[in-house]
């Protein structure tokens, strides 16, 4: 178990790409390193088939991430299964607070990705997991020869779609414009070779129905002259936000988009925070496991530079600091 009581060079918020990519050179670097985070792998972990990562013609997510895990562990990296629910600074030191304990770096470096969003109707937290899911490569194969529905527009939702073909009976991808936001070609593609899937644009859903399960979704827009449509799942894509509490809290810059704004250097405009991954804004909308392992580690390697000129002023402050 990690030492409250001894400061750290480097605390790496995250358990996903952006975050063990950090871990391998922040360990290579010799910084005395502890990696937190409550979700291992991030939407990594949550893909299918990831065909897009060098080194590998395709593996899967949770595989290439689990992976990334063990290659850190090998490091003796001490990694935290926890909760980060405050963050602050004094003195050249941050203080983290968890669910089980209080830690202090010199340098932090947050790679926190993102939480997808929902629909905010009734009933969608209750029948989450009961019939209600925000992952599509998750939960397919649950839904062998049955009737889904996807709901968004954008690249993961005709993702989402094209591989639930492959399972469901049919598969109704609802989006509330005239036409798709931007996804890959070759998405798009495979797609429109889905004879299971049933396009039904300029439709939004307004309620969902079901006892305890997920019975039918109430439409804006009739489809076959009904405004009830009977599906057995409905996977929410409509993409997801920055979790950028712990970065607002302490007055790192944020964009219109709610990404911490990092510098070429994964710097952050809080001075030894660096941030790395789906949470900054450091590759606009290319949001991917190759660019989140990239920035983990060019934050790394800045936060090395920065706890070798600051390394002592975290252990000369830290005794007794608290955030209480």
Known sequence: MPDPAQPYDVIIIGQGAA????????????????????EFGGETATGSTIENYPGYSHIDGFDLMLKMKEQVQALEVEILDDRVNELAQEEGCFNLKAYDGEYRSTAVILAVGRERRKLGLPLEQDLMGKGVSYCSTCDAPLYKDQSVAVVGGGDAAVKGSVLLAKYAKEVYLIYRKAKLTR???????????????????????????????LERLELDRPYMDQSDLKVDGIFIEIGADPRNQL??????????????????????????????????????????????????????????????????????HAAGYSLD
């Open 19 to 38: 975050a063990y990519g950090a871990a391998l050179y922040s360990a290579r670097y010799q910084m005395k390193t502890l990696v937190i985070g409550d």
């Open 183 to 213: 996804p890959e070609p070759i998405n798009l593609s495979l797609l429109e070779k889905s004879p299971n899937v049933v396009q039904l644009l300029d439709t939004n859903v307004k309620g969902l129905v079901g006892n305890g399960k």
């Open 247 to 316: 970065a607002t809290k302490l007055g790192a810059m944020i964009n219109d988009k709610g990404e911490i704004m990092v510098s070429k250097l994964m710097e952050t405009t809080i001075t030894g925070l660096f941030a790395g991954g789906d949470v900054t804004d450091a590759s606009g909308e290319l949001k991917q496991t190759i660019t989140s392992t990239a920035q983990g580690v060019i934050a790394a390697t800045s936060a090395y530079k920065y706890v070798s000129e600051h390394g002592n002023a975290c252990q000369v």
